[in-house]
């Protein structure tokens, strides 16, 4: 394939780029407390109007991609996330903000629902694995950028630029779209069940929200259970009638396969595991470590940037074996490699064995993320290929949201435990956390070899 031709993912991976860049929006979350007026627990909901959205709806805009042309539907994305960002950013009211973003997470939902397929149709199917590869970069670039970027604006021109920036990106990549040909469409257009579809976002939203608010069963408060149930009620009605939908937005039998089963699993464990250094090494950055701001940000960059050096890495690797299973055992070693190595860290760690161990562990995530989305691709049709993408990123999305509520609940239980016995500092106390935190990460990529080598070794 020349050069030339990876030139038309170009605007696809500009597009893109928006949605992963809003790890810009945490940055400015002081500056959004303090404008507003916010207590700091409110804040939150920045984050859950806008995950929440996507990840409920994401699944089902994948089959809408399938069946009317994920060009198509991945412009509306950006075209959506263009308004929504210049809503945000004027938002006169705080609830005007959070309306704003969730008209933003329909925008992200419409872009990461066809991204991945739109990466995988636009090049031969030998180059498929290559091309999810390139997709997967650019998505550990923004994730990488977002925050020091982020840093930047807030301070040069204050909150509202970490949203309006990404309007002229979405609208640039919109215009360079339009000239770019469509895929045909199928022959024959399946209907889409709408009623599976609603069901299934109500089953992935109550499920988020149930594990936003499991915090609060300590204090007596169960809205947790009830949005539990409500979850699992919904999931029951949406598998009901994906059985009996002549075209239901996926084919539930494809869980039946081992390999299909685990590999979505273990891309939520994965990155339940994974999402432990951006929720807990910052504050180890600048509480135990002692680092500047802006040095304790190039050192939090370095596990994207493994990544972001992998990624392509893995996509060239796995257009080259028979089977994707070492590269996922490889993703899988490094990440609990890295995640066991933060676990040793105390206040004499030096910045290079820092820098090491985070680098280790982002280009465990970077192989093992594009072996999950390659394995997932090539179970499923090519005609459903915006499910396929659409699934990948949201079992990644569960796998954030859990660790997000999970990891933060056992690090305070453990710190208050600590403080609790006496004879510990609140740094001590920190350390103890962190590492038990760690720990528990690191055993999870690990516990994960055992199935993955076990296939590797029978192929």
Do not use: K
């Amino acid at each position: 394939m020349p050069p030339r031709a990876w030139l038309r993912l170009a605007p696809l991976g500009l597009g893109s780029l928006i949605v992963p860049l809003d790890s810009a929006v945490n940055i400015a979350f002081p500056a959004i407390t303090a404008h507003f007026g916010l207590p700091l627990p409110a804040i939150q909901w920045v984050i859950v109007c806008y995950v929440l959205t996507y990840g409920s709806l994401m699944l089902g805009i994948g089959r809408v991609g399938d069946l009317l042309g994920h060009r198509t539907v991945f412009r509306w994305g950006l075209a959506v996330s263009v308004v929504a960002y210049l809503l945000c950013s004027q938002a006169p009211s705080y609830g005007l903000l959070l309306t704003a973003r969730v008209l933003q997470g329909i925008g992200a939902a419409l872009v990461l629902s066809c991204g991945p397929a739109l990466a995988t149709l636009i090049f031969p199917e030998a180059m498929r694995s290559r091309a999810l590869g390139a997709y997967l970069l650019v998505i550990a670039l923004g994730g990488a950028l977002g925050p020091s970027l982020g840093g930047v604006l807030v301070q040069a021109f204050g909150w509202e630029a970490v949203f309006w920036f990404r309007a002229p990106i979405a609208a640039v990549a919109l215009l360079l779209l339009a000239g770019q040909p469509a895929a045909p469409r199928p022959e024959r257009r399946e209907p889409f069940d709408l009623a599976g579809a609603a069901l299934l976002a109500l089953a992935v939203g109550a499920a988020l929200l149930a594990v936003n608010q499991a915090r609060h069963l300590a204090t007596g408060e169960w809205q947790a259970l009830g949005l539990g149930a409500a979850a699992l009620a919904a999931l029951w009605g949406f598998v009901w009638r994906s059985r009996r939908a002549e075209h239901p937005i996926m084919d539930l039998s494809l869980f039946a396969r081992g390999d299909f089963a685990l590999v979505n699993a273990a891309n939520a464990l994965v990155n339940f595991a994974g999402f432990a250094v951006l929720l807990m090494v910052p504050f180890f950055l600048v509480r135990i470590a002692a680092l500047p701001g802006w040095i304790a940000g190039l050192v939090l960059a370095t596990g994207p940037l493994g990544a972001v050096l992998s990624s392509p890495l893995g996509g060239w690797l796995l257009a080259r074996i028979s089977t994707p299973l070492p590269v996922a055992v490889a993703g899988l070693a490094l990440s609990a490699a890295g995640l066991g190595l933060i676990a040793l860290w105390d206040g004499t760690t030096g910045t290079p064995l820092l820098v090491f161990a985070l680098f280790v562990q982002g280009t465990g995530m970077g192989l093992f993320q594009v072996t999950c989305t390659e394995m997932i691709s090539a179970t499923m049709r090519r005609e459903d290929r915006g499910v396929a993408g659409s699934l990948a990123m949201l079992t990644r999305t569960l796998g954030v949201v859990c660790a997000a509520s999970l990891l933060s609940l056992l690090f305070s239980a453990v710190e208050a435990a600590a403080l609790a016995a006496g004879g510990a500092d609140r740094e001590a106390a920190f350390l103890t956390a962190f590492r038990a935190t760690f720990a528990l990460a690191a055993a999870v990529p690990a516990l994960l070899l055992v199935p993955f080598l076990l296939r590797a070794l029978r192929r």
